[in-house]
């Protein structure tokens, strides 16, 4: 398998496409969605504004591709997480869905390397274990399909890694 766990900045990850934890509207917002539209610039909104204009956004679970601007990576690939309600409102489905869709959208642009952030453990208030095991079950599946495909988890946070770390590992980490 072809996955690799950092603990850092996503918008400094030199690969094909970074993906960003956006809001349905596609115009930035907070956490790794902000800091992605403020490094990559101006480029990343106007090609959001385009999609907007065809499409009315992006729906929750599902992924859209713009332009990378001024970050290292190529390309960002724009996918909805579901805010966390009570577990029984989806929630698990449309996670699963945003990490689907968005090694969809890599494949059908032939891209080799993605690196994904923590997609709704911030704001959204999606478990942070529970998420995690979705990416991994969600990753794993797709590149046993698709092994040319490199996938970064890039976490911002301590926490996140160290959950990550012991998923993909099966060591606790010491704390």
């Known amino acids: 398998m072809n996955i690799n766990l950092l ?12 993906v960003n934890a956006a809001n349905t509207s596609l115009l930035g917002g907070g956490g790794v969605d902000g800091a992605i ?20 956004g992006c729906k929750v679970g599902e992924a859209v591709i713009t332009t990378a601007g001024k970050l290292p990576a190529r390309f960002v690939i724009h996918t909805v ?3 966390w309600q009570d577990g029984r409102q989806g929630e ?18 032939n891209l080799t ?17 529970k998420a995690a095991e ?20 890039v976490c911002y946070d301590t926490e ?9 590992t099966g060591k606790k980490t010491p704390h």
């Open 7 to 18: 603990n850092g900045d996503i918008t400094k990850i030199e690969v094909d496409a970074i």
């Open 37 to 56: 539209h403020k490094a990559g610039g101006p480029e990343i909104l106007e090609d959001c504004r385009k999609i907007r204009s065809q499409q009315g």
């Open 81 to 83: 997480g579901p805010v």
């Open 92 to 109: 698990e489905e449309l996670l699963y869905n945003a990490y689907q869709n968005s090694l969809l959208l890599a494949r059908e642009n």
């Open 113 to 129: 390397s993605v690196a994904f952030p923590n997609i709704s453990t911030g704001i959204y208030r999606f478990p942070k274990v």
């Open 134 to 153: 979705i990416a991994i079950k969600c990753v794993t599946l797709f590149l046993r399909e698709h092994p040319s495909i490199a996938v970064h988890f």
């Open 160 to 168: 996140n890694y160290e959950i990550y770390e012991e998923l993909l």
